[in-house]
């Protein structure tokens, strides 16, 4: 047997692995939820908009609704936030603000200069509620359906693409 | 003087150290010890080769104070790491866990050793062979000019 057989076969098997997960790179570069499929956390917030009130995350359980983690220091929320705008006027979805570790005067400006997207924001000033999410940065979207179960995840900006490709499908039953 | 020199130098070098961990020790130095060991374990998912106890980020604080306070309430090791893998999954925890997916993990390092050794066991077993077949005399080579 021709003595380079081995090494020349083990180097075609990593060859072949090392293709495969960098053509897979680009889907694990963000980290999976591991709440997909699983009830959406509860939580009972400081509400932004409304001077001593609080958004009760279970007020929206029976619809669609989408969970858009933002903060005034997050530079693509800004990018994201027309696209919130037109999902909010789209009407399929109830959009609501999860703002995390910001100051709420200037979450109430930004709000005041760009337009609200949210039937309602949750202040999450510490980041707890954040935490039971599985939150790790700003922008980042739940998408929840009327069974209150989280059925998808991003992390990042929601493009119009990404509403029309991915998430509409699901809000519309066009895809399990 | 140098020595002054060199005291501030190294209190300087060791001050991003001190930055980091900001929060005082919990009081039971067993629970201290837990937390320090828990935080050392845990991924930074913001910053993904660093843990959650060497990052600067907001999300290795935030982790930090999560953990603090579960290991102060008297939640074991092994609470603590499910809590955050229900929420952010197991690529928070720097040491895998041996499960079906990551087996090979866990496996690989054996299975390189045992080859490596079961070539190295051919090599010698071939060597002793042609030691073994050669007839060939010490001095035929020594006497050659």
Redesign the interface.
């Known amino acids: 047997m021709n003595r380079f057989a081995i090494p020349l076969g083990i180097f075609a098997v990593l060859v072949v692995v090392f293709a495969v997960a960098l053509k897979r790179a680009p889907e694990k570069q963000f ?5 997909i499929g699983k009830p959406a956390p509860d939580f009972v917030l400081p509400d932004l908009l409304a001077e001593g009130g609080t958004v009760d995350s279970r007020h929206f359980k029976g619809r669609w609704f989408l969970l858009n983690v933002w903060g005034t220091w997050c530079y693509e929320c800004r990018a994201e936030h027309a696209q919130l705008l037109a999902i909010q006027k789209e009407g399929k979805v109830a959009v609501v603000g999860l703002n995390y ?1 910001d100051e709420n005067d200037a979450a109430r400006e930004w709000l005041q200069e760009l337009g609200n997207p949210f039937e309602a924001v949750a202040v999450d000033k ?3 509620a ?5 939150v ?2 700003a922008p980042e979207s739940f998408l929840v359906n009327p069974q209150g179960i989280i059925v998808h995840k991003v992390v990042s900006v929601i493009t119009p693409e990404l509403w029309q490709n991915t998430l509409l499908p699901m809000v519309e039953g066009k895809t399990p | 003087m140098r020595r002054a020199g060199f005291a501030v130098l190294l209190a300087l070098v060791m001050l991003p150290a001190l930055a980091i961990d900001k929060a005082p020790p919990l009081p039971d130095p067993v629970q201290q010890q837990r937390y320090q060991g828990l935080i050392h374990e845990l991924r930074c998912l913001k910053c993904q080769g660093e843990t959650v106890a060497d990052t600067q980020a907001m999300f290795g604080e935030d982790i930090r104070r999560q953990v603090r306070e579960m290991v102060q309430a008297g939640k074991s090791d092994s609470e603590v790491r499910q809590y955050l893998v229900d929420r952010y999954g197991q690529i928070i925890l720097l040491r895998p866990r041996w499960s079906a997916g990551n087996a090979w993990l866990w496996l690989a390092p054996g299975i390189f050793l045992l080859g490596g050794a079961w070539i190295a066991w051919r090599i010698l077993r071939q060597r002793r062979d042609l030691l073994a077949t050669d007839t060939s005399e010490v001095g035929d080579e020594a006497g050659r000019t």
């Open positions: 980290v999976q939820s591991a709440l570790k510490e980041g707890r954040a935490i039971d999410y599985g790790y940065g």
